[in-house]
């Protein structure tokens, strides 16, 4: 799949822009405060309905401004499909496959697929453990409907434990709401082993890609692990029900003291060790980087597999991160991918990909081809 048009109106500090990119590489140069992380964050928001940046519509409107629209025009195997975002203050936000509305943000994920990488997903390494829950889902709900449909409903499962258990916390009334508690632990157990169940096949699945990538991103050599960490798991998958069930009754007690659910999830997380030791503790920002970069393309290479379609790649202000051999050595990776989306501040970092590029100039919001 790729990216023919982009249309942009009042997004961020970006007024009015209408982009014609090219299949391959489309590369974009300015300034820091340009808009060229603005300008990711329209095609993240135009093909996944959400900000990869987790902002408000309110943040995302441009001052003064009384509505902001980001639309996309793009070939998926030999369809067309456009796509459209929008937003007026007062009123629910709007989104539109093919000019039709969409009943749920699942729509598109069924769509298109999208991997985006930042500076600040180096928290995926160093961050704590909802960053890491936070980007694998993004990559299985992309993947699979099924997994979006039972995510969404355990985490609406959680809120409303959560919600009672804090109503029961502020009454003080023992021995109340048992069977309402009971009710929830049994939808958390059957959806949160599937979830557990799909987190722990993922990571099987690309481990020895993500592997590979690093090796290819580093010149140092030292092995790279990942280990998923489910917060109720107790070896074998075929025991998590019981294992799930046993931890929800020895955490009962204290669920009521704190009013919030402990157990399930929601509180899982995943460890990543190079050379046997905690990258979260010990590794180097250009490990990071490295490590970060090599999980979000195994995603890429997973995603591309199940859906057979090559997903749209966002790259914001990498380049510039990495020391010269990993710059070059992620050029080498990029430039064998599809549709790639990449910006710079230093466009000397990107001569490498600049032969076949499309090439933007971004300055004050104003985006102009090169």
């Known amino acids: 799949m790729h990216i023919d048009q982009l249309k942009i109106e009042n997004f961020r500090n970006i007024k009015a822009a209408q982009i014609e990119l090219a299949e391959r590489i489309n590369l974009f140069v300015g300034n820091n405060g340009s808009g060229k992380t603005s300008l990711l964050e329209g095609v993240h928001l135009a093909l996944t309905g959400r900000s990869q940046r987790r902002a408000t519509n309110e943040v995302m409107l441009r001052r003064g401004a009384d509505y902001l ?3 996309a ?3 998926v195997g030999r369809v067309r499909v456009t796509s459209e975002y929008g937003f007026t203050p007062g009123r629910v936000r709007t989104l539109k496959l093919n000019h039709n509305p969409v009943r749920s943000l699942g729509e598109l994920l069924e769509e298109f697929a999208v991997v985006s990488f930042a500076p600040d997903d180096l ?3 160093y ?3 909802s960053a890491r829950r936070n980007g694998f889902d993004f990559v ?3 993947a699979s ?5 039972a995510l969404t409903d355990y985490q609406r499962a959680v809120a409303q434990k959560n919600r009672l258990l804090k109503d029961l916390q502020k009454t ?5 709401g048992g069977p309402q508690l009971a009710g929830f632990n049994v939808q958390l157990v059957a959806l949160g082993v599937e979830i557990m169940k799909a987190r722990h096949n993922y990571l099987h699945a690309t481990a020895g890609e993500m592997r590979e990538l690093y090796a290819q991103l580093s010149d140092n050599g030292e092995t790279v692990a990942a280990v998923y960490e489910p917060s109720v798991a107790d070896g074998d998958e075929d025991h998590w029900v019981a294992a799930f069930e046993t931890a929800l009754l020895q955490n009962a007690e204290k669920e009521r003291i704190l009013g919030m659910a402990l157990v399930g999830p929601h509180r899982d997380d ?4 190079l050379g046997g030791r905690s990258a979260r503790q010990f590794a180097s920002q250009g490990q990071a980087r490295s490590l970060a970069i090599a999980l979000k393309l195994a995603g890429f290479r997973y995603l591309e597999r199940l859906r057979g379609e090559t997903p749209i790649l966002l790259f914001d202000e990498i380049f510039g991160e990495l020391d010269p051999g990993r710059g070059r050595r992620l050029l080498e990776l990029v430039g064998s991918f599809a549709q790639a989306l990449i910006t710079s501040v230093q466009p000397s970092s990107l001569d490498g990909l600049a032969g076949h590029a499309g090439k933007f100039q971004i300055a004050d919001g104003a985006v102009a081809p090169l």
């Open 69 to 71: 629209r980001v639309a």
């Open 73 to 75: 025009e793009t070939t």
């Open 123 to 125: 928290q995926l390494v």
């Open 127 to 129: 961050g704590a453990p």
């Open 140 to 142: 299985l709900s992309t």
């Open 145 to 149: 409907p099924v997994y979006l449909e």
């Open 172 to 176: 003080g009334r023992a021995g109340v």
């Open 270 to 273: 995943w460890a990543f060790y």
